[in-house]
C-alpha cells in the first residue's frame, strides 16, 4: 500500500537551532500534504495544508515565519521549525492526500510522526 | 469549533477481553467520522470510517456505530489480542472536506 516517509523520528537540538523534517510520499503523487503537531495529552491539532507549487496555508495562531512549509515536488514536503524553543517541543506529523478526500479517506496516508525536543 | 473527545489512557486490558475506547464530538452537521491506528513506529492508519448517522463502521474485529443522538462514535471489540496493542486515534471531518479533527488518543495495552 501507499507509504509516507516522515523523517526524522526523533530530533534533540538545543534553544535557537532550527530544525527540518522531511516528508515523503513513496509510492504516489501527492498534490496536498497537512502538517498536525501534538502537545502531551492533547489532540492533534492541524497546523498547516502544504500544496505543490504553491504558498502554504496556516491554520490560526500558527505563525508562519516561525514553521516554514517547503512543497517543492509531488512527493516531498518539508517542515522547518526555525529559532526552536522549548515550547516548540511537540510530535509533529505529516499525512498526504492522494485522489479524493479526507471525507472518504481511504486516500490520506500518514507518516510516522517526529518528536522534537529542544532544550 | 470542531473538536473530538475520547477517553484518556492508557486502557489495559489482557488477551480476549471486551475493548470499549469511547469517542464524542462536536456536532456541525453530519460529518463523516473515523477511528484511526497507529502502530508503534508506524503511521496511523484508517481503521474504519462512517459516513452518516447510523452507519456502522468495521474492520479487524472492531466496530464502531455513528450515533447522531449522543453524537458519540465509540469503537469496540469483543476479544482483543496482544497485537492490538497501539494508539487510537478518533477523528471527525472538519470544515474543508480535506481536513481532520482528531482526538488526543489512546493508548491501548493489552498483555498475554
Known amino acids: 500500500g501507499a507509504v509516507v516517509s516522515q523523517h526524522p523520528s526523533r530530533v534533540i537540538c538545543k534553544s535557537g537551532t532550527s530544525v527540518k523534517i522531511e516528508c515523503r510520499s513513496l509510492d504516489f503523487q501527492a498534490t496536498t500534504m497537512f502538517w498536525y503537531r501534538q502537545f502531551p495529552k492533547q489532540s492533534l491539532m492541524l497546523m498547516a495544508t502544504?500544496?505543490?507549487?504553491?504558498?502554504?496555508?496556516?491554520e490560526q495562531g500558527v505563525e508562519k515565519d516561525k514553521f516554514l512549509i517547503n512543497h517543492a515536488s509531488l512527493t516531498l514536503s518539508t517542515l522547518t521549525v526555525t529559532s526552536a524553543h522549548p515550547e516548540d517541543s511537540s510530535f509533529y506529523i505529516c499525512?498526504?492526500?492522494?485522489?479524493?478526500?479526507?471525507?472518504?479517506?481511504?486516500?490520506?496516508?500518514f507518516g510516522s510522526g517526529t518528536q522534537l525536543s529542544v532544550l | 469549533g470542531d473538536s473530538v473527545t475520547q477517553m484518556e489512557g492508557p486502557v489495559t486490558l489482557s488477551e480476549e477481553a471486551f475493548l470499549t475506547i469511547n469517542c464524542t464530538y462536536t456536532?456541525?452537521?453530519?460529518?463523516?467520522l473515523f477511528w484511526y491506528v497507529q502502530y508503534p513506529g508506524e503511521g496511523l492508519q484508517l481503521l474504519l470510517k462512517a459516513t452518516k448517522a447510523d452507519d456502522k463502521g468495521s474492520n479487524k474485529g472492531f466496530e464502531a456505530t455513528y450515533r447522531k443522538e449522543t453524537t458519540s462514535f465509540h469503537l469496540e471489540k469483543g476479544s482483543v489480542q496482544v497485537s492490538d496493542s497501539a494508539v487510537y486515534f478518533c477523528a471527525r471531518a472538519g470544515t474543508g472536506f480535506q481536513k481532520l479533527v482528531f482526538g488526543t488518543g489512546t493508548r491501548l495495552l493489552v498483555s498475554p
Open positions: 456536532a456541525t452537521g453530519y460529518p463523516s
Open positions: 502544504s500544496n505543490e507549487g504553491s504558498k502554504a496555508t496556516y
Open positions: 499525512s498526504a492526500l492522494g485522489q479524493g478526500g479526507a471525507a472518504r479517506n481511504e486516500k490520506l496516508f
